[in-house]
């Protein structure tokens, strides 16, 4: 999909890859960027960067349906329609089978339901125009895992399943669904890069970005700006015993020490 004249939104829009994504597409001749964010004041000042003309922000905390269903009506109301949704928002916190079902929770809502309630959401236009682009964030933790956090490990395999689920399912319909899966990026959901997603190097948001629009272009599924993900993946399907020893010795490595490998 060619991002010119198209109206976007971008989920977790405020910073790091969602900000990163918004001012791409505003810079790729979007018709409309809707940076979208818990943190408005911060979606703001996404939206002022991507420019006046082109960008707007508007509050949204996906961890609500409500939200995101008031979010997609405040869009078609001011532009009419939605072309293309990011769906990108996260959080991270380190930790295993212990930390508080509040947590678990939130990050259920936010890495999961959140994607099923965009797509609620947005899918029916996108199918009854025969076109439209969906992208879900789900991490190199949802195709692999991360052992530094069980809940993100888990709900982002969630994540891809979603993704895998809207592809398949809306594919033939005209709705482009993509799944953007990094290792570590220098993000607010990062330390310093640090952990063991930081092992084959720590992008900046803007590379990741270039993926996303890439992906967008050429109708690709996965969306790896660590190319050895693909690889990792592979051994893991090869020989999955194997590589289940080997992210044992991962997390005995890395659940201890400081830092944690966010996307």
Same mark, same amino acid.
């Given at each position: 999909?060619?991002?010119r004249d198209?109206?976007? !939104?971008?989920?977790?829009?405020a910073?790091?890859?969602g ?7 505003? =810079?790729?001749?979007?018709r409309?960027?809707?940076?979208a964010d818990?943190?408005?004041e911060?979606?703001? #000042?996404?939206?002022? =960067?991507c420019g006046?003309?082109?960008a707007?922000a ?6 609500l =349906?409500? #939200? ?6 405040? !869009?078609?109301?001011?532009?009419g329609?939605?072309d293309?949704y990011?769906?990108? $928002?996260?959080?991270l916190s ?11 929770t ?5 890495h999961?339901?959140?994607?099923v309630?965009? $797509?609620r959401?947005v899918?029916?236009?996108m199918?009854a ?5 969906f992208v879900?964030?789900? @991490? ?20 891809l399943?979603?993704?895998e689920?809207?592809r ?5 319909? &005209?709705?482009h ?10 993000? &607010?959901?990062?330390?310093? &890069?640090?952990?063991?997603a @930081?092992l #084959?190097g720590?992008?900046?948001? =803007? ?10 272009? #050429? ?7 660590h ?12 020989d999955?015993?194997r ?11 890395h659940? &201890? ?7």
């Amino acid at each position: 999909m060619d991002i010119r004249d198209k109206v976007a !939104v971008v989920t977790g829009g405020a910073g790091g890859i969602g900000a990163a994504i918004a001012r791409r597409f505003a =810079e790729g001749g979007a018709r409309a960027v809707v940076v979208a964010d818990v943190n408005l004041e911060r979606a703001q #000042d996404v939206a002022r =960067e991507c420019g006046a003309a082109t960008a707007t922000a508007v509050r949204c905390d996906v961890s609500l =349906e409500a #939200d995101v269903r008031a979010l997609v009506e405040t !869009v078609r109301q001011r532009f009419g329609r939605i072309d293309v949704y990011v769906s990108n $928002a996260g959080i991270l916190s380190r930790g295993g089978l212990e930390l508080d079902d509040e947590l678990w929770t939130a990050m259920w809502r936010i890495h999961a339901m959140a994607h099923v309630w965009a $797509a609620r959401a947005v899918l029916p236009e996108m199918v009854a125009r025969g076109e439209g682009a969906f992208v879900v964030t789900a @991490s190199a933790a949802g195709l692999l895992s991360i052992v530094e956090s069980a809940p993100y490990a888990v709900t982002k395999h969630a994540a891809l399943g979603c993704a895998e689920w809207l592809r398949i399912a809306y594919g033939r319909q &005209g709705v482009h669904v993509s799944c953007l899966c990094p290792q570590a990026v220098q993000t &607010g959901m990062s330390l310093d &890069g640090t952990g063991s997603a @930081s092992l #084959d190097g720590v992008l900046q948001p =803007e590379q990741v970005a270039a993926e996303v629009l890439a992906a967008l272009a #050429d109708g690709r599924f996965l969306v790896l700006p660590h190319p050895q993900v693909l690889d990792y993946f592979r051994h893991k399907a090869q020989d999955y015993e194997r590589w289940l020893g080997g992210m044992q010795k991962l997390h005995a490595k890395h659940a &201890g020490a400081g830092g944690d490998g966010g996307r």
